[in-house]
């Protein structure tokens, strides 16, 4: 297992889901978020970024060995997200792993791939996931030079400034299949994906 920390971003409102919530969907057999917690602690030490407490996310990542990162400004976006979990990262870390937790085909074995290209390609600053014909997508690895930048980033864009401010130092990782760019964001997306799962 790495040591690199994987921030899993799970504060997000699920706005486009129609009134329920997509990480809490039910999927073989555990809701979205605990699967997706589970298959990132297979390749390193985990934060959560989480909305205020009580919440229902919480019972979904209940006993497991994650850092819970509790983010009162949720609703401004991901970067609060963001800035809310890198506070709670050791001061050794090398680098950061940020993973959406909405990505239902990403496995272990791809994030491992991506933390691998870190020490295989030490001359970049940033390193993630792509489709095997170079399409970018997630994760996404920073290096420890950029934790002061991306903790100052807001709104909900995401950390896409800091990517295209570095693009000569973007290193892609290609995955399997669509793994690397597959999120469910509305009711018609599950629906098509529980129904290609099943054939």
Do not use: C
């Not at 997706?36 to 297979?42: E, G, K």
């Not at 909405?102 to 792509?130: F, K, M, Q, S």
Request: charged residues 20%.
């Amino acid at each position: 297992m790495s040591d690199i920390p994987i921030i899993l971003l799970a504060a997000g409102q699920s706005r486009r889901m129609g009134g329920s919530d997509k990480l809490m969907q039910i999927v073989d057999g555990v809701p979205l978020l605990r699967r997706s917690a589970l298959t990132a602690m297979r390749a390193g030490p985990v934060i959560v970024a989480l909305p205020p407490e009580p919440h229902p996310r919480d019972a979904a990542v209940e006993g497991l060995d994650v850092v819970s990162a509790r983010i009162p400004n949720a609703e401004e976006g991901m970067n609060a997200s963001l800035s809310g979990a890198l506070a709670h990262l050791p001061s050794d870390s090398r680098a950061v792993m940020v993973l959406l937790a909405d990505l239902p085909e990403i496995t272990a074995e791809d994030l491992n791939r991506v933390i691998a290209a870190v020490d295989e390609h030490p001359d970049h600053l940033i390193w993630r996931g792509a489709t095997e014909t170079g399409k970018p997508g997630h994760p996404v690895v920073f290096d420890q030079y950029l934790f002061g930048t991306l903790s100052r980033l807001t709104g909900d864009t995401g950390a896409q400034s800091v990517v295209r401010a570095h693009q000569d130092k973007v290193y892609l990782q290609p995955l399997p299949g669509r793994n690397a760019l597959l999120d469910l964001d509305t009711p018609e997306d599950w629906a098509k994906w529980q129904a290609d799962r099943s054939v």
